[in-house]
């Protein structure tokens, strides 16, 4: 779930669905729909995907809000224990969904580390320094088993 024409979401629904195709060659992407950044849309989309499939193995949301929506959906069916959930960018939602064992995991993003990469390339640029044109940062995979490692969001 994601939202369309949205550069974050074109590539991380992208990289999703190569290293998918990479690392599990044998599972099939049934469908992909657009939740908008939003719980409720996402619940609403994941409420039809519940009714339209008998079968769904996993749900991969372009971000935790997104996740949460589709696990609440799957939960208010009664099919939440046969899916597997995770997302994006470690929202407090999801890292407590991961902590209470309904979301299998997220991935590490804090806006604490972009503003704070932003503000150093901008004192970088006014010092005169050169500045690369895309920033790189590590984005480690949260699971129950390394939950502990990681702060509770506060977004």
Known sequence: MQHPGYTTAIERAAGFEERLAELCPGVELMETQPGNWNRERAQRVMEDFLTKYDRIDGVYSGDDNMGVGALNAAK?????????????????????????????????QSPVDDAEAALQTALDVLAGEEVPKLNFFETPKITAENLEEFDRPVF
């Open 76 to 108: 208010g069916a009664g099919r939440a224990d046969e899916i597997i959930f995770i997302g994006a960018t470690n929202f407090a939602v999801g890292y407590d969904a991961i902590a209470r064992g309904e979301y299998y995991g997220s991935i590490y």
